[in-house]
């Protein structure tokens, strides 16, 4: 069973950037979905953004133009680039791979946007 990790997560002021990144335990096809999900205190978990296989991209509309997703088929590694943070993007970050009939999740990662 594949596992994967965040990590980059902390605390940001308004408008800063920050870089997570989720680093999967083997090689996972380049063909699987990579995703990034978030929740904050009282809300529902949330797509952030996902890339399928070579480059189909989602992203959800409250990010768009300031999340970056990407990832690197040799580290076996997802990134998501946060930038012009708002305080409306204080969650727990998730990573989340999907890879034929399987999926996984991390445990998450903190971000906090506040001045």
């Known amino acids: 069973q594949v596992q994967v990790v965040e990590s980059g997560g902390g605390l940001v002021q308004p408008g800063g950037s920050l870089r997570l990144t989720c680093t999967a335990s083997?090689?996972?096809?380049?063909?699987?979905?990579r995703a990034w999900y978030r929740q904050a205190p009282g809300k529902q978990r949330e797509l952030v953004a996902s890339?399928?296989?070579?480059?189909?991209?989602n992203y959800a509309d409250s990010v768009k133009g300031r999340f970056t997703i990407s990832r690197d088929y040799r580290k076996n590694t997802a990134y998501l680039q946060m930038d012009s943070l708002k305080p409306e993007d204080t969650a727990v970050y998730y990573c989340?791979?999907?890879?034929?009939?399987?999926?996984?999740w991390g445990q998450g990662t903190q971000v906090t946007v506040s001045s």
């Open positions: 989340y791979a999907k890879y034929g009939s399987a999926e996984v």
């Open positions: 083997s090689r996972i096809a380049v063909s699987s979905t």
């Open positions: 890339i399928v296989g070579g480059g189909y991209i």
